[in-house]
């Protein structure tokens, strides 16, 4: 039998700022446990937590590039269970009225567009990490009270494609937003995954199934190939889907039985009394939104419309903003925006890939860039000699002026003294140019040849065969 699969996601998003949310802890990676807390983080009694003005900003950052609709004032919510990695016995949380709601995202999804709506997306404290070893565990704190924007999505999304785009178009919306680096192999970027699936073209979801705290994108998409077959083939059994929250194992790559699954009204919400509501004024969200800058979509359909790329061409450059700073701003420079695309997502990611560096690392700058297009379009290059002066400028960290004229291999263009060449070779081959035929194209590409030897490589092919053309015709 056939099943409808629909898939939800709540992505937790770590956000960078000098101290933690509630504290003035710093808020920083380190190896070393228990290095970055406080009595705040800690939950000491009689300690009151203090907002961090700059996270409030950055929450509602993302919020706006979300297209959520705002509140006027930013409430807190406690949210009460009692587990190691949380110390007071309770998160500081927001659950009745969130940064953000109804928003929506959208993506392309292979060639196709598709809008991902947003249930909300809220601000709250981190808890701290648990390491597991045989027989017992250990606690590090350093991330408890690390500012933690998590977004909900609605439960729309039917394809472990469309829920991976998703993930790469919100991670990009946080790194153009320079909200968090959003690095998963540091944890700052988990999701949980829910998944549910139904007879096809039921009108009724089936029952949902959770999935906790999955820390990369592939283990998304195994998580998610996983509980597919395992739903799939107790349905198929004539049996029925428990409500549960399960973990993904990496080592199995499948998942297994958590708990069952806790609802809100289990958890006790009732607003932080300690923290007062703060306004969200029309100045502040007017600024935010101005200060947004053109996001990844934007950047790849403008691309596809104005510059004439393809889909893969323009995700590609989209894909990482300082990347797409680069291509522009050599665009602006006059360059034809085809021709600039192409050494980009050849050449430049072949060596940023291969040097395994960011494109900010890069010693071949977009002035360097500008200037070797600038040789191939006067034709005082060719294409082929402008990928060996791209290599040995990287090599040598030398413009592409220094490498030509030391090399010795800018091109000659000017008809007359191209001529003088022709005129010595047609000479010296007096009895070959008698028997000239125009069909004959072999006699012409001789001549060529004998033309680029002459010049050791130097006349431009083209003006060549121009003015070959015309003195065996005379």
Sequence with gaps: M?????????????????SKVFSP???????????????IDLGFPGILPVVNKGVIKKALTVATALNCETPEYMIFDRKNYYYPDLPKGYQITQMHYPVGTNGYLDIYVEDQVKRIYIHDTHLEEDTASLDHYDGYSLIDYNRCGVPLL??????????IDEALSFLESLKRLFLYTDVSDAKTELGQIRCDVNVSLAPKGSKELGVKVEMKNINSFYNVKMALESEIKRQTELLNKGMKIEMETRRYDESTMETYRMRSKVEAVDYKYFIEPNIPPIKLTNELKSEVKESLPELAFSKITRYINEYGLSLVDAKTIAKDKELATYYENIINKGKDPKMVSNWVTTRVLGCLSKDEITISEFNFTEEKMVELLEYIESGKISTKQAKDVFYKCIEENKTPKKVIKESGMEQITDEEEIRKIVLEVLEENSEVAKDYNPEKGRMLDFFIGQTMKKSRGKANPEVATKVLKEELLK
Excluded: R
């Design 25 to 39: 802890s710093p808020n920083a990676y380190s190896e070393k446990s228990n290095t970055n807390i406080s009595v």
């Design 2 to 18: 056939e099943y409808d699969v629909t898939i939800g996601l709540e992505v937790h998003c770590e956000l960078k700022s000098t």
């Design 150 to 159: 998590e977004t909900v999505t609605e439960p729309c999304m039917h394809s």
